[in-house]
């Protein structure tokens, strides 16, 4: 994997941290009545959990879509039907949404129906619905829980972090969230994933050896299925052909003040492109573009 830096804090160390994560999940295996599984509605497959089925067997599950917002409304749509093809119970959000927020509670608590009434046929009183909410670094968890809690309680952030602790965060909606407890991840096994990862702030920026790779990554994309954003953007003329590097970075550096010595500052351009992205200034994107 070129992107990410060897014996650093680099991707051998997720194993680890996955297989604790798994622990801990098994410790509370029981009392999980259903399985939010959250994916980054710009990349669906990239960012899905491989093997999620040794973590949670046939727990009932619904696949969220997040950051709906931010994501290319028609793609979007195809990612949702091939789920739902699937067999899976599937739905975009925007957290700061009410009614996607909404529609998701009502899905919720229509998966736990059949539960409910057998309770009640044995006179028993009404479940709170236990969910479990996983998902990769940055991909919307935690502000998915502070939006169903009403305040903060979970801590959130452009940035991956961990926390090794089980925690259930009540709501308002007859529903406790259980947040990841730790970190888990896609099999890093293709540049293309590694890539759109990093793209998304799903890896810690320390972690990636050249961020040329992902902004270089990220104006391809452009180009590929976004033309009009990489002309609007950045000024560059999208082409047929494959992007030359050089020429793109002379572009972007002349248009944005980022040249030293008459050559583009690759550095200051890198964190231009990445952050674009992270700020949201690059929006209506879907990178696992075909579905
Ligand atoms: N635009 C947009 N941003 C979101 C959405 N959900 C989360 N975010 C942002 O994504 C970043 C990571 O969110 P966080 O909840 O901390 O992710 P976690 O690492 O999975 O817990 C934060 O900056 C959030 O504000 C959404 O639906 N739309
Ligand atoms: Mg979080």
Request: charged fraction near 30%; aromatic fraction near 8%; charge should be positive.
């Amino acid at each position: 994997m070129i992107i990410m830096k060897e014996n650093k804090t680099s991707i051998n160390w997720y194993p680890g941290h996955m297989e604790k994560t798994r622990k801990l999940i098994l410790q509370e295996y029981r009392n999980i009545d259903l399985v939010y599984e959250l994916v980054d509605a710009r990349i669906p497959r990239s960012s899905k959990i491989s093997n999620l089925y040794e973590i949670i067997g046939t727990k009932p599950k619904i696949v969220i879509l997040t950051k709906k917002d931010l994501a290319d409304p028609i793609t979007l749509e195809k990612w949702l039907v091939y789920y739902r093809n699937l067999g899976s119970k599937a739905i975009a959000i925007d957290v700061n949404n009410e009614e996607d927020i909404k529609s998701l509670i009502n899905l919720t608590h229509e998966l736990m129906k059949e539960l409910q009434e057998k309770r009640e046929v044995k006179g028993l009183k009404r479940k709170v619905v236990r969910v479990l909410v996983l998902g990769i670094p940055n991909v919307g968890k935690s502000s998915l829980i502070n939006r169903l809690a009403g305040k903060k309680v979970a801590k959130t952030g452009n940035k991956p972090g961990i926390t090794f602790h089980l925690s259930w965060y009540k709501t308002k909606h007859d529903i406790i969230m259980l947040d990841t407890p730790g970190i888990l991840y896609p099999k890093l096994d293709s540049e293309e994933v590694a890539r759109n990862l990093a793209a998304f702030s799903a890896v810690k920026y320390e972690v990636i050896d050249d961020l040329s790779e992902v902004a270089f990554h990220i104006l391809k994309k452009l180009n590929r299925y976004y033309p009009e954003k990489l002309r609007e953007r950045y000024g560059i003329e999208p082409t047929n052909m494959e992007l030359d590097f050089e020429e793109c970075y002379k572009i972007i550096g002349k248009k944005f003040g980022a040249m030293r010595n008459f050559e583009p500052d690759y550095d200051k351009i890198n964190n231009r492109i990445i952050n674009d992205i992270k700020n949201e200034y690059i929006k209506g994107i879907v990178f696992d573009n075909e579905v």
